[in-house]
């Protein structure tokens, strides 16, 4: 059984970083690519990073290039996201998401950007 576990989330000012985790479980996980992707009210879910396996090579959505950052350790089967300089607009669900064996989404953690 395929399970992902989202873990991290809260709230922070802006210009404050958070680091999400995602631990998984019942698949081969450093054969599999993953992703993060979030979703705010009102608006369609958005990827925003995901890092390849083997090689564990990134490529980021436009909108976090430069502040946010994907990483895996594959020994430990958890992948994360160190999230900089947040903004307001980073304010969503957060969730991570596995393509195989077939798609998953782990059940969302709550990021909130606020003063």
């Known amino acids: 059984q395929v399970q992902l576990v989202e873990s991290g989330g809260g709230l922070v000012q802006p210009g404050g970083s958070l680091r999400l985790s995602c631990a998984a479980s019942g698949f081969t996980f450093r054969s599999v690519a993953m992703s993060w992707y979030r979703q705010a009210p009102g608006k369609e879910r958005e990827r925003l990073a995901t890092?390849?396996?083997?090689?564990?090579?990134?490529n980021y959505a436009d909108s976090v290039k430069g502040r946010f950052t994907i990483s895996r350790d594959n020994d430990k089967n958890t992948f994360t996201l160190q999230m900089n300089s947040l903004k307001p607009e980073d304010t969503a669900v957060y969730y991570c998401?596995?393509?195989?064996?077939?798609?998953?989404w782990g059940q969302g953690t709550q990021v909130t950007v606020s003063s």
């Open positions: 890092i390849t396996s083997p090689g564990g090579i990134p």
């Open positions: 998401y596995a393509g195989l064996p077939f798609p998953s």
